[in-house]
């Protein structure tokens, strides 16, 4: 062979009589795979259609054949490869044009179905199944207009409703389930969203939208550093996926920041431990599961650091943004308590033990109802001005100021309305000593039973009898001015 010369193997000729028998052998294939296709076998009629193909390649029905069995196999993109072959090797195929279209249709191109239907119809203007084709696909245009709007306002309720009806013309595109899946996970629907997501896995395992779904759910249920992974490997997928790279920066933020605040708050750094949760705090609202423990944290160095009203606020968002956290019910009772507001604090005891029915449980409530019942009787410790761990002999000082304070002959110049409230606060000074300077009945008290059964009956209380125990008997002292508003006590 000279140099320069190139060695071309010709393909061999085929007679016309080869070319016949083949056409022939190529409709038996045909044939068979018709046969296989009306008892519904689509596996066994794809292989005889193939055959057909791989006999005679240049027939547009053989590759409309076999789309429509592709189709019937929910292989929609294998099916449209072949309905557009089809269309390529004879552009009056109407039935390859119907078929591109409801494989667009199916895997969410509504914009490209609609011109196939529209080739349709030109080809025949009277097809009543492309004009209802045509229709469903506006519809499905309809659909994903409606739901990017509610996207943006962040109605992801109605973006799950528009989904499922696009879903129902596009059962095959991955874009709306992944959609639906995202908006799924932002509702807090987290095992519905898994399960979408992982179906598509099994499908793709690189499809990023999927793995940015998962790490969506995982971030949400507060699984923060399995989260950051799925994120990761999204992004090893799609570079440019922007939400996986917002979701990922989000996750790092929030870890690191929630981790500090934590070191903070065991080292006994409540203010730096309070700033920190609240910074953490505004890194992503939509993370409920991470802002309930996060608004919990805040509130328990709340308390710490005596900020009660706002340890309570915080403790209440918390339970807002889930309500079955337990430890933000405790913390916040807890802080009900130390405000002695008992009523509040035996609720939400009460909640803690119908979740958690356990003996510690029980005996809070228990405390809670006790303190609760106490607080609805006379605090005599209050009346007399007293600690509640008060001595003997400060109990008795006590009683000997208050007594003077508000005997009735102090006010007798006073306004009838003055001098009946100074007696009975008179009678409620000795009621209180007659209590707490007896150990029995004051034993009986600090417990909260009912002194009623040690035979107390105040209603006919007389506060003189222990006056006079105090002072003598009347006559022998008596109130002088001694000055504006100025009383001394005199013996006679």
């Known amino acids: 062979m000279a140099a320069g010369d190139c060695d071309v193997t010709m393909a061999p000729e085929v007679s016309s009589e080869e070319e016949a028998d083949m056409e022939r052998e190529a409709e038996l294939f045909k044939e068979q795979g018709n046969a296989f296709y009306a008892k519904k076998d689509y596996n066994e009629a794809y292989n005889y259609y193939t055959k057909a193909i791989d006999m005679c390649p240049k027939s547009a029905s053989y590759y409309g054949n076999r789309a429509a069995t592709l189709m019937m196999l929910c292989r929609f993109r294998e099916a449209l490869e072949d309905a557009q072959q089809a269309v390529r090797l004879d552009d009056t195929f109407m039935r390859g044009h119907l078929r591109e279209g409801k494989c ?45 709007v509610d996207f943006e306002k962040r109605d992801f309720r109605k973006v799950v409703f528009c989904m499922d009806r696009a879903l129902e013309f596009a059962p095959a595109c991955h874009r709306f389930k992944m959609l ?13 969203a898994q399960s979408v997501a992982s179906d598509i896995l099994r499908m793709d395992s690189t499809n990023a939208d999927a793995l940015y779904v998962r790490g969506l759910c995982l971030y949400y249920e507060d699984c923060i550093e399995k989260a950051v992974q799925f994120f990761v490997q999204a992004l090893r997928m799609a570079p440019d996926h922007e939400k996986a790279r917002l979701a990922c920066r989000n996750a790092k933020a929030l870890r690191a920041k929630k981790e500090e605040g934590n070191s903070a708050f065991k080292e006994g750094s409540f203010d730096k431990a309070y700033g920190l949760y609240t910074e953490a705090l505004k890194i992503d609202q939509n993370n409920i599961k991470t802002n309930a423990k996060l608004y919990c944290n805040r509130g328990t160095v709340g308390s710490k650091l005596n900020k009660m009203p706002q340890a309570i606020e915080d403790c209440t968002n918390a339970i807002k943004l889930d309500e079955t956290y337990i430890k933000a019910y405790m913390r916040r009772a807890q802080c009900y308590m130390d405000t002695e507001q008992y009523e509040e604090a035996a609720r939400d005891y009460e909640k803690i033990y119908q ?138």
């Open 180 to 192: 639906k899946a995202e908006c799924l996970a932002l509702l807090g629907r987290y095992p519905d």
């Open 104 to 148: 667009h249709l199916s895997l969410g191109n509504a914009m490209a179905a609609g011109r196939c239907f529209q080739r349709v119809l030109e080809l025949e203007p009277s097809s009543t199944q492309a004009v209802h084709e045509l229709k469903n696909a506006e519809a499905l245009l309809e659909y994903e207009r409606m739901a990017e």
């Open 355 to 492: 979740a958690e029915k356990t003996k510690e449980h029980k005996q809070l409530l228990k405390n809670a109802q006790l303190e609760l019942k106490k607080s609805k009787r006379k605090d005599y410790y209050k009346v007399l001005g007293v600690d509640k761990n008060a001595s003997e002999d400060e109990i008795k000082k006590a009683y000997r100021k208050r007594a003077l304070m508000h005997h009735p002959d102090r006010h007798s110049s006073s306004s009838p309305e003055m001098q009946k409230e100074e007696e009975k606060k008179f009678k409620e000074v000795g009621e209180a000593f007659s209590i707490l300077s007896d150990q029995k009945k004051k034993a009986r008290y600090d417990s909260g039973q009912d002194l009623e059964d040690d035979g107390m009956n105040f209603g006919d209380f007389d506060a003189n009898n222990i006056f006079k125990a105090f002072f003598g008997s009347p006559g022998s002292f008596s109130f002088e001015a001694s000055g504006p508003g100025n009383f001394f006590f005199q013996f006679g």
